[in-house]
Each structure stands twice: as C-alpha cells, then as structure tokens.
C-alpha cells in the first residue's frame, strides 16, 4: 500500500493565515483543555466556558484543516481501480470525482445559511456567545475547499 503526500509551506497570504490559525486553534485548545482538567480536579471549579471554547475552536480548526488537507492532496482516496485504468479513461473519473466533491461542497456552502440563522437565535449560556459561531466556519471551510478543490480540478484537466 502506497500512501502519497506532499508536504508543503504557505505559499499566499492566506494560506499562511489558515496554516497559523489552525495551529494557534490547537494549541489553545489544548491549553483550555489543560487548565479545565487542573480547576476540575484540583480545585473542584472547572470554568463554565471550558467545553464550549474548545468546541468551538474544535469546528473552526477542523473545517480550516480540511481545506488545508484538500491543498496537500491529504484526502482518502482509493486509487486501486483508478490506476489500472487507461489515461483517457483515469483523465474522465479524475474530473468527474473532482466535480462531484465540487457540487457537493456547493450545496454545503449553500445550505450552511440557514442553519447559521437558526443559530442566531440562541446563545451558549457559558461564554454568551452566539450558537451561530458553531455554524460559521461551515461556508468559510466549504468556501476554501471549494477553491482548492476547483484547483485540484484544474491539475487533472491539464494533466490528462
């Protein structure tokens, strides 16, 4: 079994951006998670905001990464019947997965608004925070795949 990756630095601006958000994303999660175990367990006052900063930061890094991963070409692939297949034939799979991965990112751009209004209804009692910022990063991450994947697309057009 043969696994490809590329690994690869920022090359704009925003994928700079993306690459040190999510990683500061990380590290204060890991940090709040730290210091809500010690108030838990040590001192028996685990702060109230403990697990919804997490969970929101958890959305936010996950949805940014993926779009990171689409970008390094790090998504699941099984490529066992792809490769055996001829060029001309591989070149037409290739575009059609890339165009369907594509229509669906567009339906979850599109579909993410109304679940952002229904979240701007309620809000998080610990941090009053609106619910909607647990939904915001879904068309900001399904904008950025979109973009890497139409990239994708493009790759395999011209490689065909």
Do not use: C
């Not at 990171?68 to 001829?86: C, E, H, K, Q, Y």
């Not at 993410?112 to 879904?138: C, D, H, K, Q, Y």
């Amino acid at each position: 079994m043969e696994f490809e990756t590329t690994q690869a630095e920022p090359k704009t601006l925003v994928e700079s951006i993306q690459y040190y958000a999510a990683g500061i994303a990380l590290i204060v999660i890991a940090a709040i998670m730290m210091y809500t175990v010690v108030m838990r367990y040590f001192f028996s006052r685990a702060p109230l905001w403990g697990e919804d900063v997490p969970r929101v930061l958890f959305v936010w890094l996950t949805l940014l990464s993926a779009g990171i991963a689409i970008r390094l070409g790090l998504n699941v692939r099984v490529t066992s019947f792809v490769d055996r297949m001829p060029a001309g034939v591989r070149r037409v799979v290739e575009v059609t997965m890339h165009l369907i991965v594509l229509a669906m990112l567009a339906v979850l751009f599109w579909y993410s608004f109304p679940i952002i209004r229904l979240g701007l209804g309620g809000t998080m009692l610990s941090t009053g925070w609106s619910e909607a910022v647990l939904s915001l990063p879904i068309p900001v991450g399904a904008a950025i795949m979109f973009y890497y994947q139409s990239l994708r697309l493009i790759d395999s057009w011209r490689q065909g």
